[in-house]
């Protein structure tokens, strides 16, 4: 087994651990304000370790005008932000587990399309805040058919999730704590770690997934 393969097994290991948490504190959302003057795009620039995979990603797509605000038809995004790191382990599986057709080295090399459909699972037209996404009727699971509570989305690549808000435990007390949001993928069925909500540059918001996310299965 050469070295690169140990390496992505032991970063999988420890992945497996994050991806299992909904805690919304695993990635610095790299401002301290939630508010950023400028486009997605340009607050994706701005902190290259965190977002520059998915900045190579979003360009290899053809998608920068979206992202900057320049499509006359969509006001407003929100992003579902995959973080860099999630698209790196992304490449390295398609690499070295043939988890596709083509082994990719690099973005580059990857099909336009094959960009542009795993970005666009990440964004919904529209600007929806924590704030507007609504609970989680605390006696079903998010899944349940009876489920009335939470918010529906479907994204611009056509998968669905559901967005919902919990109120935490505190101190004992059962929902006297802080309100933490959620998402649920209905085309996948599977949780979605998010780390930091209600990153808010001027055409959209930013939603940021955290570093266990397993890239594309969304």
Known sequence: MNDMKKILIALNMCLACLACTTKQEVIDGGVSSPYYDGSIMEYLRSDPEQ??????????????????????????????????????????????????????????????????????????????????????????GIYAAEQDGGTAFTCMGENRVIAYLERNTYKGIPEAGAIEMFLYSVTVGKMIPLATPNIQPKNGVVHALNYGYDFGKI
């Open 51 to 140: 977002w520059g995979y998915t900045v190579q990603m979003i360009e290899r797509a053809e998608l920068t005008n979206l992202f900057e605000g320049e499509v006359d038809t969509i006001q407003a995004i929100t992003f579902f932000a995959p973080p860099s790191f999630a698209v790196y382990r992304y490449l390295m599986d398609c690499k070295y587990k043939g988890i596709s057709e083509d082994r990719y080295e690099s973005i580059e090399e990857m099909p336009v399309e094959l960009c542009r459909e795993l970005i666009l699972k990440h964004v919904v037209v529209g600007k929806y805040l924590k704030e507007d996404i609504r609970f989680r009727n605390m006696d079903y």
